[in-house]
């Protein structure tokens, strides 16, 4: 049978007190609505049908997907009135009910649960709680079979002492939908048109109900306010962590890793506390991660070490490279196999070859290293002249000397090596040394002004006059002295 899913998400979300539509709002840095169709894409359905109103189009705009299709529900009239909205959307036979702002709920949670569907059953979730609060009833008979919902605000005092609620997801065949949607009526405690009632109508048309309950409580947990959203980002990060943890990942405290995206880590990776993997991370077996980092949208390769306090974000790290403390490596950088970057240094666009180090204080943009480069500390290729970005190539062994500024384009070629302090605008030949700064002069016999006072304010202005002289060059001043 195929298969249908429609989402419900056109609540208003009034308690999240918040400009943002609720279903858009994140966990995990992904806006709830787009937890629930991926997890929704995972069931290979024939079609994914999401039901929206309030602030739909930001909703549309924050949630950018291409295979759901957008059915508008202008006026908030209940739950059965949504599903409604769908049907002539779809064209499966069995449809799935699930909802926006419920977004922890499993694709494998959800595969046993619709293989409950025949054409005269419906599956229903349900849960025992010890405080079932208001949600809405799971009414059974003396043999135990659910013959309705009935919502709190309709219930009698023995309907609230029931235990057993209803969790909103629902799988139907089609053709009964079809025909109980058009029947319900809103003659209730709230006005509306409640798709709760289709249960009780099932049963008088002679179709069985099964009741099937989720693996994990949260995972149909709802979010109304953000309190509960950082509670579900909080079992949603646990769940990761031991993920990671169970294929061989040393995490040193699981609270404190959080992971927004997609990770895939090798085995004895180890991650230090204050992790943060955002994007598409790909960890290979044995690196390690220090405290306080921030990887996003990076490969790290084998052995590798990132220390405290560093970001990668947009960057390939080879295996056995060492990155950090304090480093930053920004989108389009590349480590070659055993390359160093040390603390305070940001790379952009920039590839490091096999065996460089570039440890301190340095800024490259726009640059290619070869291999077994030094980039000496506060080193900083000048790569933009306000309006163009620029290259700089430096070949493999060469050595930069110390705060030099190599601006761009320029080339430094293999084995040469730029004396420190040099500011490089023309291109150094291969094996050769370049010194672009200026002459050390000693001056003898200068001396350091003493305090100032009205004895020897004289005496300490002829001092200065001279040392200011002497910067000028003009040795006629220097000789009065
Ligand atoms: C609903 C169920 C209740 C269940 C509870 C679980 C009904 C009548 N009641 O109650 O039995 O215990 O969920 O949380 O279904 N929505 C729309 N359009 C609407 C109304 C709702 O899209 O016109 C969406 C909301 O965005 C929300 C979901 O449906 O995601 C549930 O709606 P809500 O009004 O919160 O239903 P509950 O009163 O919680
Ligand atoms: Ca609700």
Known sequence: MEL???????????????????????????????????????????????????????????????DVIWAEQAEQLGTGHAVAQAMPHIAEDVVLILYGDVPLIRAETLREFVARVQPDRLALMTLEMADPGAYGRI??????????????????????????????????????????????????A???????????????????????????PWEVDGVNDRVQLARLERVYQQVQAEALMRAGVTVL????????????????????????????????????????????????????????????????????????????????????????VGNFVETKKTLIGAGSKVNHLTYLGDTTLGQGVNVGAGTITCNYDGVNKFETHIGDGAFIGSNSSLVAPVSVGPGATVGAGSVVTK???????????????????????????????????????????????????????
């Open 4 to 66: 249908a899913i429609v989402i419900l998400a056109a609540g208003k979300g009034t308690r999240m007190r918040s400009d943002l539509p609720k279903v858009a709002h994140p966990l995990a840095g992904k806006p709830m609505l787009g937890h629930v169709i991926d997890t929704a894409r995972a069931l290979s359905p024939g079609s994914i049908c999401v039901v929206y109103g309030h602030g739909g189009d930001r909703v549309r705009r924050e949630v950018t997907a291409t």
């Open 139 to 188: 009414v059974r008979n003396a043999d135990g079979a659910v013959q309705a919902i009935v919502e709190y605000k309709d219930a009698d005092d023995t309907q609230k002492a029931i235990r057993e609620i209803n969790t909103g997801i629902l799988a139907c065949p089609r053709a009964f939908l079809d025909q109980a949607l058009p029947r319900l009526s809103s003659n209730n």
């Open 253 to 340: 405290d699981p609270a404190r890793l959080d992971i927004r995206g997609n990770v895939r880590c090798g085995q004895d990776v180890v991650l230090d506390i204050n992790t943060v993997l955002v994007g598409d991370v790909d960890i290979a077996a044995r690196v390690t991660i220090g405290p306080n980092c921030l990887i996003r949208n990076a490969r790290i390769g084998e052995g590798s070490h990132i220390e405290a306090n560093s970001v990668v974000d947009g960057a390939v790290v080879g295996n056995d490279c060492h990155v950090g403390p304090f480093a930053r490596l920004r989108p389009g950088t590349e480590l070659a196999a055993g390359a160093r």
């Open 190 to 216: 709230q006005g509306e048109y409640y798709l709760t009632d289709v249960i009780a109508m099932a049963v008088a048309d002679g179709l069985s109900i099964e009741a099937v309950q989720p693996s994990f």
């Open 427 to 481: 291109d150094v030949p291969d094996n050769e040394l370049a010194v672009a700064r200026s002459k050390q002069r000693n001056l003898s016999g200068w001396q350091r002004p003493g305090k100032v006072s009205q004895d020897n304010v004289s005496q300490n202005k002829a001092s200065q006059d001279a040392a200011a002289a002497a910067q000028r060059g003009d040795t006629s001043q220097q000789g009065e002295q």
